[in-house]
């Protein structure tokens, strides 16, 4: 007997992590990765692979509506105020799960995010880039034991639509000191690249990650910018081994959408172009420096409107 169509598990789903919903784009990819290794004998090639490890990565798209809930996830003080040397996954385990909306739910029992999404800012696209949760054995759980990693239940899918609010229709504009941004080609790109080192033990395999550190960009092609402003606020007149931390931050900013902010900038690239259809600047890119007093890289904000 073939198979049969209504034997074929597939459809949609949402994820939910730390009381919050996220519901996905394009859908939701689940990888779990068993390392192994290779017991090598000279005469009688590979004896045996053995387990060595265990992770899984959960990817999604958000669909890009807004709420506090969703920056607050998405863009946590971990990686806005960052503590160099500190937990991702903390001394509390967090569960992340999949669920489907035909009725199982995968539940892992120890999620961090490890891959905030890329910002695109601007008015025709929605808000993120692809976000990545990492899972790890539970706190002080042992591969062998009962439900360290995962469960799987049957539950009916409660997790309604994503909200149709706050998706797109926000136009940004670029301050930098008295530099103004005031439209682009294409809109904002802000990408947040944590680094991140793995903790891994003989008995348990990786069972955190430590925060390494956090670089924050920010790039757009502006309209209207002339050379001379374009020149000027690049430090390319500073002395060599001078710091270019700005003593401004750059704020991206829209009227009922997000508000983003790279503390302390420097425009670090700020190509000019000369050519019959030619724009005259270029892709220009901010980084973000750490406010020493407040400890904060970057920020991003949103507001419900009441």
């Not at 990765?33 to 060595?52: N, W």
């Not at 999404?117 to 880039?129: A, D, E, M, R, Y």
């Not at 081994?241 to 009227?255: E, F, K, M, R």
């Amino acid at each position: 007997m073939g198979t049969t169509r209504q034997s074929i598990i597939r459809g949609p789903g949402a994820v939910t992590f730390d009381s919050v919903t996220l519901h996905d784009a394009s859908g939701i990819n689940a990888e779990i990765d068993s390392s192994t290794t290779e017991v090598p004998s000279s005469i009688a090639g590979r004896l045996d692979t053995i387990k060595t490890d265990q992770i899984g990565k959960v990817s999604l798209t958000p669909v890009g509506n807004l709420s506090e809930a969703i920056i607050a996830l998405l863009y946590p003080a971990i990686f806005t105020s960052p503590a160099t040397g500190a937990s991702i996954f903390g001394s509390t385990d967090k569960p992340l799960a999949v669920h489907s909306r035909a009725g199982t739910v995968v539940s892992f029992v120890a999620a961090a995010l490890t891959k905030p999404p890329v910002l695109t800012l601007s008015p025709v696209k929605t808000s993120f880039g692809q976000a990545e949760f990492t899972a790890l054995l539970g706190n002080g759980k042992l591969p062998t034991d009962a439900s360290s990693f995962y469960s799987v239940a049957s539950q009916t899918y409660n997790l309604g639509e994503p909200d149709r609010d706050a998706l797109t229709g926000f136009h940004y504009v670029g301050t930098y000191g008295a530099l103004s941004i005031p439209d682009t080609l294409d809109g904002w790109t802000v990408s947040v690249e944590p680094q991140l080192e793995a903790v891994a033990t003989d008995s348990q395999g990786t069972i955190d990650y430590t925060l390494a550190g956090v670089n924050v960009t920010a790039r757009c092609t502006p309209l209207g910018l002339s050379e001379s402003q374009i020149l000027a606020a690049l430090p390319v007149l500073s002395g060599r081994g001078a710091s270019v931390a700005g003593a401004n931050d750059l704020v991206i900013a829209a009227t009922g959408g997000l508000t983003v902010t790279l503390k302390h900038a420097s425009l670090v690239t700020g190509p000019m172009q000369w050519g019959t259809t030619a724009l005259r600047a270029g892709e220009i890119g901010f980084t973000a420096n750490i406010d020493a007093t407040s400890g904060k890289l970057f920020e991003v904000s949103y507001t419900d409107p009441e």
